[in-house]
């Protein structure tokens, strides 16, 4: 019997809330474990492709602007067995706005782009697709539409599962549960909420108890299997 191959999208509704270092921590420890990682850098600023060591423009930009050295928006480590490999799908900035608007005015490039994303994908086997997005996407956005397309056109098995990110603040954990919910209820993949985080918490027993009732409530608000609290680590900041 063949195995269940995952996607796991790291969301949140802000920035700073530590998805791109959640995201890029869950890939090194799946490839350490002896799998294939491919991560999906799908975040207009591209942290996660930046730590990585990707200095080059991601697909998306490149298709554009008519460059074809695509082996420069990719970064990959070997884990014994296991392996990450990083692939900067947009991550240029402000720029991606005007680039997907001359994409979906350009068949051509639009199905370059497509084109060229689908053999990433599917170059080799990868066992977990990890996705970093920019904060507070939704179902109807252009950072997410043409991907999940693309992605699914040939790959249609895998698993969609979604973690959410949130730091300590109350504010930032209500709207994160809201976020959840309305992006819950418009997912048609297949799959399932994983897991509701939250992160950055002040590292006293008083405060990480009261951060893990509060992703409690969401796990259950959201229909999520885990809930999870991360301590501030200061060498991080």
Same mark, same amino acid.
């Given at each position: 019997?063949?195995? /269940? ?30 799998? /294939? ?34 082996? =420069?928006?990719?970064?990959?480590? =070997? ?17 991606f706005y005007n680039d997907i608007k001359l994409l979906h005015s350009n068949y051509?490039?639009?199905t370059l782009l497509s084109q060229v994303y689908k053999n990433f994908l599917t ?9 970093? /997005?920019?904060?507070?996407?939704? +179902? =109807? ?9 693309? $992605? ?18 109350? =504010? ?16 048609t993949y297949k799959g399932f909420p994983l897991a509701f985080i939250v992160n950055?918490?002040?590292?006293? $027993? ?11 409530? +969401? ?6 299997? $885990? ?11």
């Amino acid at each position: 019997m063949a195995k /269940n191959i995952y996607r796991i999208s790291v969301l949140g509704v802000k920035g700073g809330v530590g998805k791109s270092t959640i995201a890029l921590s869950l890939s090194l420890l799946l490839a350490r474990s002896s799998k /294939n990682v491919l991560l999906i850098d799908r975040d207009i600023f591209g942290y996660a492709s930046s730590v990585s060591g990707i200095r080059g423009k991601g697909l998306l930009s490149k298709v554009i602007d008519g460059e074809t050295d695509y082996w =420069n928006s990719v970064s990959k480590l =070997n884990f014994g067995e296991g392996s990450l490999t990083v692939l900067k799908l947009y991550g240029d900035g402000e720029r991606f706005y005007n680039d997907i608007k001359l994409l979906h005015s350009n068949y051509e490039k639009r199905t370059l782009l497509s084109q060229v994303y689908k053999n990433f994908l599917t170059s080799q086997h990868y066992d977990y697709f990890v996705v970093d /997005n920019y904060h507070g996407v939704l +179902a =109807n956005s252009p950072l997410i539409i043409d991907e999940l397309e693309d $992605f699914y056109s040939v790959l249609s098995d895998v698993i969609n599962l979604r973690v959410y990110v949130t730091n300590y603040s109350l =504010n930032s954990i209500y709207s994160t549960i809201d976020y959840a919910v309305k992006l819950e209820k418009s997912i048609t993949y297949k799959g399932f909420p994983l897991a509701f985080i939250v992160n950055m918490v002040p590292n006293t $027993f008083a405060e990480m108890e009261q951060a893990k009732k509060y992703a409690s409530v +969401a796990k259950e608000k959201i229909g999520a299997k $885990f809930s999870l609290v991360i301590p501030i680590h200061q060498e991080l900041i």
